[in-house]
């Protein structure tokens, strides 16, 4: 049975930081395309990031492009979203997901991942 586990969120004040940590058990991560999506109150679910092995592509919301990046710990088995100069709009429950195939964009937009974890809330505010 695989499951994700995202932890790390919590509350910061802006322009702080986060490492957001997914850690799998059940399934490797190491050849796997990896999916970041947000989740902000009253909305609906969004792309973060998502990068495809698949194709080596990646994708960054354009909101978290040069904040945020996506990276892979194999020994760990563990996928990350380290988040800088965080914003209030940043907040959210935030998903990671895995095992999707093709580009990272369309992985993005479809959410077309086979595995979900339950989320972790980040809070920005002062």
Do not use: H
């Amino acid at each position: 049975q695989v499951q994700l586990v995202e932890s790390g969120g919590g509350l910061v004040q802006p322009g702080g930081s986060l490492r957001l940590a997914c850690a799998a058990s059940g399934f490797t991560v190491d050849q796997s395309s990896i999916g970041w999506f947000r989740q902000a109150p009253g909305e609906g679910r969004k792309a973060v990031s998502c990068v495809s092995t698949s194709d080596g592509s990646t994708y960054y919301a354009d909101s978290v492009k040069g904040r945020f990046t996506v990276s892979r710990d194999i020994a760990k088995n563990t996928v990350y979203l380290q988040m800088n100069n965080l914003r209030p709009q940043d907040t959210g429950v935030y998903y990671c997901a895995l095992d999707g195939v093709g580009p990272a964009g369309r992985l993005c937009a479809a959410g077309s991942f086979s595995y979900w974890g339950k989320g972790t809330q980040v809070i920005v505010s002062s």
